[in-house]
DNA sequence: AAGATGACTAACT
DNA sequence: AAGTTAGCCATCT
């Protein structure tokens, strides 16, 4: 093994990434930067998808439910991931517009705004 | 050690 | 709305 495993500066990070991912609720997205944001390091978006490529698997991380910023996932459309992913956020009931999920329904605002407000769109 | 890379973003065009 | 540019920051070459 390489010493790079060894360092791990910010493993703590990492565990605090995987928290916050593993309490999105189902049926809901939180884009990388939200994730980041919430785990306490703003500008650590890319950072977040390393800290998800590496998360162990038993932790059984609900991955999917991290996209980017766009609405859109952050696989080759063609890729085996990006049709795991795609499928199992429909599973959740989330429903995909032109390959893209409307953030405002399903993101970080769209889960506030459904806990004040209740269902309406 | 310097440059390329990536499951990223925000700001422009 | 879709494409480009410029920041981002730990790893990987």
């Known amino acids: 093994m390489s010493d790079t495993q060894h360092k791990k500066p910010d493993r703590e990070w990492a565990q605090a990434v995987w928290k916050v991912v593993s309490e999105i609720p189902a049926g809901h997205v939180l884009t990388y930067g939200e994730v980041a944001r919430l785990s306490g390091a703003p500008r650590y978006a890319r950072r977040v998808a ?33 049709a795991r992913q ?36």
């Open 50 to 82: 390393q800290a998800l490529r590496w998360a162990p698997r038993d932790l059984e991380l609900p991955w999917h439910r991290v996209i980017n910023a766009q609405g859109k996932l952050s696989m080759p459309a063609e890729s085996p991931a990006y």
């Open 86 to 121: 795609k499928a199992l956020l429909e599973a959740e009931g989330v429903c995909f517009e032109k390959e893209k999920i409307d953030l405002q329904r399903y993101g970080y605002q769209g889960a506030l705004d459904k806990l004040f407000w209740g269902e309406f769109a």
